[in-house]
């Protein structure tokens, strides 16, 4: 069984930084996607950034730039570092895997199928 942990939430200033973590335990195939979403009270969720096995990224085009996602050396960490950020970029903040080949790294929530619990992120003006 795969599980996915979130950590890393909370509540920053404009044009400050944060780091959010997602920890992955359980076997998981060798090529897969691994995704940052977001999802904002009263909005659907949007795909922020995401990862497969060869190190191919997406980003959401109001976050390129800004955020990076990284895996750790190990595959079963995923890592979203997050920097000039701003009071919209305030929401829950979810990681999910897919396991297989997709392609290009998807951005669609309804491509993967693992996800963790989140993690607050708040952005103050």
């Known amino acids: 069984q795969v599980e996915l942990v979130e950590s890393g939430g909370a509540s920053v200033q404009a044009g400050g930084s944060l780091k959010l973590s997602c920890e992955i335990s359980g076997y998981f195939y060798p090529e897969y996607c691994m995704g940052w979403f977001r999802q904002a009270p009263g909005k659907e969720r949007q795909g922020v950034a995401a990862i497969d096995d060869e190190g191919d990224t997406s980003y959401l085009d109001s976050v390129e730039g800004r955020f990076t996602v990284t895996r750790g050396s190990a595959k079963n960490t995923l890592d979203l570092q997050m920097n000039s950020l701003k009071p919209e970029d305030t929401a829950v903040y979810y990681c999910?895997?897919?396991?297989?080949?997709?392609?290009?790294?998807?951005?669609?929530?309804?491509?993967?199928?693992?996800w963790g619990q989140g993690t607050q992120v708040t952005v103050s003006s």
């Open positions: 999910a895997l897919e396991q297989g080949a997709i392609g290009e790294p998807p951005l669609q929530a309804d491509e993967y199928t693992y």
